[in-house]
């Protein structure tokens, strides 16, 4: 029965996390109402704002992404007040660079699209999709980032401050993330401008114009896409961060060859007698938007887990 004591035992522990869960989440939320131009409450409940509630969701999600993924490798020693110091800062400061790639991605990868206007003003669900599958989509690669303990192979005789070792080593942790924060933050940038390129219709007109939410969702499976495959490259054994620099632009690289293939896989061989230009272009049909992001993040996870 060792293992009914032993199960008990880390209950404890297990309910201090779980509240720092809703303790993160809570200032998440608040940081989020302080960043946006309405109150939110107002617009979700009084107004039912549809676009707004599914911009959100994918916040609401990026930030229990951030928090599974930091507290599965709190640390080393185990010590819980510790770890709870270093989940803690780093959950915080993983929702501080999520709001950031918000905003990065609301003026960059939209392309000019006003996020706000059409978000508040025209209820755009096809801009929402987007800015739903790109919120997810950072938070991968800034989980990533928070994720491991790497800082004594960067910084081996540590920052030389008069601060205590976790202190220095979370303040290390921090300024690692940011940097890995950046590179994947750009690699999403390019490839947002590398789709527009190669997709068969003109994302702004269908997103902006057309409101056209198939377009917006196989768009927001696109960004998902590339953030598992960007992802793939901070979960790898850190030995330096040149070695972990060449692996991001190796699969970036990789991104920017498998997703167009895996679009035209979509149309041959998950709709065969049409095509996604006709189906998402023309007749605006969510479900065949659906089914492209459904095989562009789905075999994406496979590279992710398998190759």
């Known amino acids: 029965m060792d293992f009914v004591w032993k199960y008990i035992s880390l209950l404890g ?15 998440g939320k608040k940081l989020k109402d302080w960043t946006e131009p309405r109150k939110l409450d107002e617009e979700l409940v009084k107004s039912d704002n549809s676009a707004l509630a599914l911009s959100l969701s994918g916040y609401y999600i990026g930030v229990i992404i951030l928090f599974i993924t930091i507290v599965s490798h709190p640390g080393e020693k185990g010590e819980l007040l510790g770890d709870l110091f270093q989940v803690s800062s780093f959950s915080i400061l993983g929702v501080i660079l999520l709001l950031l790639s918000q905003k990065i991605n609301d003026g960059l990868i939209l392309g000019g699209i006003d996020a706000i206007e059409e978000i508040y003003e025209k209820r755009n669900l096809a801009v929402a999709s987007v ?56 690699g999403m940038i390019l490839f947002s401008v590398y789709y527009k390129l190669w997709i068969p219709y003109k994302l702004r007109i269908e997103l902006e114009e057309k409101q056209n939410l198939a377009a917006g969702t196989a768009f927001a499976g696109a960004l998902l896409a590339i953030g598992i495959l960007l992802t793939r490259a901070l979960f790898r054994e850190f030995e330096s961060l040149f070695q972990t620099g060449i692996l991001l632009l190796l699969d970036l690289g990789l991104a920017f060859l498998i997703i167009p293939i895996l679009h035209f896989f979509a149309d041959w061989v998950v709709l065969p007698g049409s095509t996604l230009k006709e189906e998402i272009e023309r007749d605006q049909n969510f479900g065949a938007g659906l089914l492209e992001a459904v095989v562009l993040v789905s075999f994406s996870a496979i590279i992710f887990f398998a190759v």
């Open 13 to 27: 522990k297990d309910f201090a996390f779980f509240v720092l869960g809703f303790l993160v989440f809570y200032i």
């Open 131 to 186: 800015l739903f599958g790109g919120t997810i989509a950072s938070s991968f690669f800034i989980a990533a980032a928070l994720n491991g303990d790497i800082g004594e192979k960067v910084f081996p005789q540590g920052l030389g401050i008069a601060v205590s070792p976790l202190v220095e080593k979370t303040i290390i942790g921090s300024i690692i993330s940011v940097i890995f924060f950046s590179v994947g933050q750009i």
